[in-house]
């Protein structure tokens, strides 16, 4: 079945550093991904997508590529901030799995000033 | 629209109990899922609706367990005679029709942290 695999954290980077959170995927066909961040007791927001393959989703100052020969969407950022830490979540959709969700187990961001 | 609602954000229960929880999607999405998340992990399926209609359950859904979405807007998730197990967040999202959903992404909520003591 579908998955999705997540470097384990947390990640621990200094204010500015630049910021790599790998994800992996196993699915048949063509999802779409997606990475979610979920801030202290609140919910999952998206923060971006991709639909096929070479795709680049970007928000906020993060950018995630679709890379299908490595089934991969690297989460990075080039300068972190003290905002942004939080657990960012890899997720996958399928048309052949009725749109449904898989979500990595997620991966804890703390950025100290 | 203020986005998925979800409520209560906090339920404290006793073993046994029954709980009741209750999610009002954005109003012109069609598609309402529950899923679980436990500390440190992702969020795991349990089921969804289509309008008012139930289209899959997850077998994480036991028979303790019952979803409705009765006029197809917003959705209840019952858990009955409550285990220690049962303690989670519970979060609710929605998002547009089929075809639609995997170019959208989907909202979700805050969630409803449930405790059984």
């Known amino acids: 079945g579908d998955s999705v695999t997540q470097m384990e954290g947390p990640v621990t980077l200094s204010e500015e550093a630049f910021l790599t959170i790998n994800c992996t995927y196993t699915a048949t066909g063509y999802p779409s991904l997606f990475w979610y961040v979920q801030y202290p007791g609140e919910g999952l927001q998206l923060l971006l997508k991709a639909t096929k393959a070479d795709d680049k989703g970007s928000n906020k100052g993060f950018e995630a590529t679709y890379r299908k020969e490595t089934t991969s969407f690297h989460l990075e950022k080039g300068s972190v901030q003290v905002s942004d830490s939080a657990v960012y979540f890899c997720a996958l959709s399928r048309a052949g799995g009725s749109y449904i969700p898989t979500f990595g187990r997620g991966t804890s961001l703390i950025v100290h000033p | 629209d203020t986005g998925v609602s979800q409520d209560p954000r906090h339920k404290i229960t006793k073993r046994g109990q029954n709980v009741t929880f209750r999610c009002d999607p954005i109003?012109?999405?069609?598609?309402l899922y529950w899923y679980r998340q436990t500390l440190g992990q992702g969020p795991e399926f349990l089921t969804y609706f289509q309008n008012e209609a139930q289209l899959e359950k997850s077998r994480l859904l036991s028979d303790r367990f019952s979803a409705e979405r009765p006029k197809g807007s917003f959705s209840t998730l019952e858990i009955q005679r409550t285990e220690q197990g049962d303690s989670a967040m519970y979060l609710c999202?929605?998002?547009?029709?089929?075809?639609?959903?995997?170019?959208?992404?989907?909202?979700f909520g805050s969630g409803t942290r449930l405790t059984v003591v």
């Open positions: 109003s012109e999405h069609n598609r």
């Open positions: 999202a929605s998002s547009p029709l089929l075809g639609d959903s995997a170019n959208y992404g989907y909202t």
